[in-house]
């Protein structure tokens, strides 16, 4: 996703933050300024926004923790102010792992409002207080952050994406129909839902409604594009679109036998193979570290990363689309057979599109969406 700021690593995990999280800052600064500024307004304000982070680093965590449990390898995660997106680098493999990946993020909000609910009692009830988001204070700090995790919850149950409850409208969408077909529905929902939060938004002067507003139509037009693209593959197998342009190491190879390689090839990624058959991947760098520490005689294989996804020579392009979209420039092994055929990645099969099956009309349609990429 574009417009995000990198924050820190975590085990691999790129933790990002995306623009629209600004937003909260910006509306608490401006609230003091209205009102007057004082430090003590201040420093409360510093540790509210401080423990929204922390309420949504948290949704995303348990997204994490869903997923590790599910075996599933997260990426990196976007931060934003109604939860976050993780990018994985394999899916889910069945309705109830995604349903329940899904929910872990939005059950966790809720858990923290549970557990503020004894510190709140001597407030008012939330319909009968005309603002709860201008000026913290100390006295009211777990209130608003138990209002903002009733609010991440609520918000993230709404049928649009990039939230989780389009995520989960489309899991149970699915349960009757095929994949792209649910993701369609969601794509139409999400357009009403977004006019209406941008129409309310406007009418009332309400930032948050607006901002919503904009991520859901972020997200629709994204999601888009990936059926746009999905229905320029139809019919495509993996066989016909298979390419040999890939970089290898063997397992065996220690890194000082293969500094050669990495001195005239600047590719990112290597696949480790053995037997003829790829086993994994290694990074450039993590071969390049080992050097620096001259550990000369390590093998490759202790530094590949061993979760492939491999693709059959014989299965349509669309059964893996979802992970070809997630990263299109990434190379996956082809087999057929237990035999290692060659590698496919995105842009191959848009290349291969290009040259060979296209119409003028959907070359010039495909060269927009290769724009987005």
Not at 48 to 59: D, E, K, N, P, W
Not at 62 to 77: N, S, V
Not at 239 to 245: I, W
């Amino acid at each position: 996703m574009k417009r995000t700021i990198n924050l820190f690593t975590i085990k691999g995990i790129v933790i990002k933050m995306h623009w629209t999280f600004l937003i909260l800052p910006i509306w608490i600064i401006a609230a003091n300024a209205v009102k007057g500024f004082t430090w003590a307004n201040i420093i409360w304000s510093l540790i509210f926004i401080l423990l929204v982070f922390l309420s949504v680093v948290i949704h995303e965590l348990a997204h994490y923790w869903a997923t590790k449990r599910f075996k599933i390898q997260t990426k990196e995660i976007i931060l934003m102010p109604t939860g976050g997106i993780s990018s994985y680098e394999n899916f889910p493999k069945s309705s109830k792992e995604e349903l329940l990946t899904t929910l872990a993020g939005t059950l966790a909000n809720l858990a923290i409002a549970g557990l503020l609910l004894p510190f709140i009692q001597d407030h008012e009830p939330i319909w009968a207080i005309t603002s709860h988001f201008d000026i913290v204070h100390g006295n009211d700090l777990l209130y608003k952050l138990h209002i903002v995790n009733l609010g991440l919850f609520a918000i993230n149950l709404l049928p649009a994406f990039p939230l989780d409850g389009g995520h989960i409208l489309r899991v149970l969408l699915g349960l009757k129909m095929n994949y792209f077909k649910a993701t369609r529905i969601v794509v139409v929902v999400g357009k009403i839902l977004a006019a209406f939060f941008l129409v309310t938004g406007i009418f009332y002067l309400n930032l948050l409604l607006l901002v919503i507003s904009l991520l859901i139509f972020g997200a629709v037009e994204s999601e888009e594009y990936v059926l746009h693209l999905r229905s320029l593959v139809k019919g495509l197998t993996f066989g016909e679109v298979v390419v040999n342009d890939y970089q290898k190491l063997q397992a065996q190879s220690t890194v000082q036998e293969v500094m050669g390689t990495l001195m005239t090839n600047h590719v990112k990624h290597f696949f480790v193979m053995e037997n003829g058959i790829p086993i994994g991947t290694v990074h450039r760098m993590s071969i390049i570290n080992e050097a620096a520490e001259k550990n000369y005689t390590c093998p490759v294989k202790n530094l590949m990363k061993e979760n492939l996804i491999y693709f059959n020579s014989n299965d349509k392009v669309e059964t893996g689309f979802k992970t070809l979209v997630a990263y299109p420039y990434s190379n996956y092994p082809v087999m057929q057979d237990n035999l290692f055929t060659g590698v496919i990645s995105l842009m191959c099969i848009l290349e291969h599109l290009m040259l060979h099956q296209l119409t003028p009309k959907e070359h010039q349609r495909l060269k927009a969406l290769i724009k987005k990429i």
